[in-house]
Nanobody
Framework: EVQLVESGGGSVQSGGSLRLSCKASGFTSLFAFSDYAMCWVRQVPGAGLEWVSAINAGGSSAEYADSVKGRFTISRDNAKNTVYLQMNSLKPEDTAVYYC?????????????????WGQGTQVTVSS
């Protein structure tokens, strides 16, 4: 069973930066981390999930929600089974619990419902 563990959340002032990491484990001899597309999704308390960004299995293609485009960068290191989310120019409206999620396949989806494996989340709080 694939397991995902996020880290790197915390509290920061508006305009600051954070880098989230998501370490994956539990892969089989048939499928490795490099066989999974990954995404980041966030949730504000009392609100629904918001897809933030995704990256394909090889790391050659990525996409972002309009709300974070130009400020966030997703990347992955397949040798380390880790995906990252570099968040710059943070705003109070970025405050949320951030989850990473995985789906087996080369290409990513913008719809978070297509992702099968989820981490426990990490809290990001941006103060004004």
């Amino acid at each position: 069973e694939v397991q995902l563990v996020e880290s790197g959340g915390g509290s920061v002032q508006s305009g600051g930066s954070l880098r989230l990491s998501c370490k994956a484990s539990g892969f089989t001899s048939l499928f490795a981390f490099s066989d999974y597309a990954m995404c980041w999704v966030r949730q504000v308390p009392g609100a629904g999930l918001e897809w933030v960004s995704a990256i394909n299995a090889g790391g050659s293609s990525a996409e972002y929600a309009d709300s974070v485009k130009g400020r966030f960068t997703i990347s992955r290191d397949n040798a380390k089974n880790t995906v990252y989310l570099q968040m710059n120019s943070l705003k109070p409206e970025d405050t949320a619990v951030y989850y990473c999620a995985a789906t087996r396949g080369i290409d990513y989806y913008r719809e978070y419902a297509f992702y099968d494996y989820w981490g426990q989340g990490t809290q990001v709080t941006v103060s004004s």
